[in-house]
């Protein structure tokens, strides 16, 4: 993984990043059943909180063609552990240099056959560089009920309320200068101060999905989803 500016990342699994300098390429994404890539190949990977992730899978080469034909690899994140069977509460507070601070909440309750999982995070930043700072808001939640032995029905949803800053490239001179500094504006281009450079992302999540264990070689999922952008 390698960061562009803070809150911005992209994804290099096998090379799949070099003639794609901005962004994910060959790589699709998948939050639990539901495709967190878009039919464009963008992947709002920034969005989500990592603390709310309870593993990762990565699916290459042919294997990865099950979920994505002709891509390079597939990435499975998982939210929750979906075979917990316990209640429990977690929670954590980080901070670090040059303004970071983080906390997390996360809890699951049990309801018989019933789960309900609830992540919230808040994480903000002011940066190494000027005008990098970022923030994000995010909260996940999960219900999920074992109506069968081997076969679940899960809803998913999450909201992310995510800002930062773009500082810019800087020049060798302008680094050796100030390796802190934004991109300087010239006399045609503003720099990203001046244009107050930066992005948000409000982003509403949500799917169902059914999940059925025929065998120990065999599954069948049904999953619906729904994105919705608000910036």
């Known amino acids: 993984m390698e960061e562009r500016s803070p809150g911005s990342y992209r994804l290099s699994i096998r090379g799949s990043s ?5 962004g994910v390429r060959n790589v699709k994404i998948y939050l639990d059943e539901f495709p967190l890539t878009d039919a464009g ?3 709002y990977l920034n969005l989500i909180d990592v603390n709310s992730l309870h593993n990762m899978e990565v699916l290459k080469g042919p294997d990865g063609s099950l979920l994505a034909p002709i891509q390079v690899v597939v990435v499975l994140l998982n939210p929750v552990d979906k075979r917990a069977d316990s209640s ?3 929670a954590g507070i980080t901070g670090g240099s040059y303004g970071l601070f983080q906390e997390q ?3 699951q309750k049990k309801f018989k056959n019933q789960y309900l999982n609830f992540n919230q995070s808040y994480q903000t930043s002011e940066g190494y560089r000027e005008h990098s700072a970022m923030s994000r808001n995010f909260a996940q939640m999960m219900y999920r009920v074992n109506y069968a032995k081997a076969n679940q029905f899960r809803v998913l949803a999450f909201y ?5 800053e773009t500082p ?3 020049t060798l001179a302008q680094y050796n200068a100030n390796p802190r500094a934004a991109r300087p504006s010239t006399a045609t281009i503003a720099g990203p101060v001046a244009q107050q450079a930066r992005i948000e992302n409000k982003t509403l999540y949500a799917g169902i999905v059914n999940e059925a264990q025929i065998s120990s070689n065999f599954k069948h999922v049904v999953a619906v989803m729904v994105r919705a952008p608000i910036i």
């Not at 992310?160 to 930062?164: G, H, K, R, T, W």
């Open 18 to 22: 070099l003639r794609s300098p901005f």
């Open 105 to 107: 909440l996360a809890f």
């Open 160 to 164: 992310s309320d995510l800002e930062y």
């Open 168 to 170: 810019g490239g800087l």
């Open 88 to 90: 429990w509460v977690k």
């Open 41 to 43: 190949g963008n992947t």
